[in-house]
């Protein structure tokens, strides 16, 4: 397990609310166009509005999510969604239950 490298990515407050968000999407963003529901995540571009911030900025944030498993990046044509990865946050929860 990449504990020091979730705590890093766990370490910023936009990054734990795009978890939070994703983790009730139909709570937190509007109907998807181009796909019927949430089951493949969120547009990127949603994402980006919802944060506020420029796209290259959520980009990289979700670079970096993706790159410790928190989350899960699926493709649609030229659109990207995003999920959260529900096994690897539990690991990481039982993780740290065993080890601290």
Same mark, same amino acid.
């Given at each position: 397990?990449?504990?020091? #490298?979730?705590?890093?990515?766990? !370490? &910023? ?5 795009? =978890? +939070?968000? =994703? /983790? %009730?999407?139909?709570? +937190? *963003?509007?109907?998807?166009?181009? @796909?019927?529901? *949430?089951?493949?995540?969120?547009? @990127?571009? +949603? ?6 911030? !420029?796209?290259?900025?959520? !980009?990289?944030? =979700?670079?970096?999510? &993706? ?5 899960? =990046? %699926? $493709? +649609?044509?030229?659109? %990207?969604?995003?999920? $959260? &990865? #529900?096994?690897?946050? /539990?690991?990481?929860? #039982?993780?740290? $239950?065993? #080890?601290?």
């Amino acid at each position: 397990m990449k504990i020091l #490298e979730i705590n890093k990515v766990l !370490s &910023n407050q936009v990054r734990i609310n795009i =978890l +939070h968000w =994703l /983790k %009730t999407p139909e709570l +937190h *963003f509007p109907k998807q166009l181009n @796909v019927p529901d *949430f089951r493949d995540g969120v547009c @990127v571009c +949603h994402i980006q509005e919802k944060a506020g911030l !420029s796209q290259s900025t959520v !980009s990289h944030y =979700l670079s970096m999510m &993706n790159k410790v498993n928190l989350i899960i =990046l %699926t $493709r +649609h044509g030229k659109w %990207t969604y995003y999920k $959260r &990865n #529900e096994e690897s946050i /539990k690991d990481y929860i #039982e993780y740290l $239950r065993k #080890e601290l």
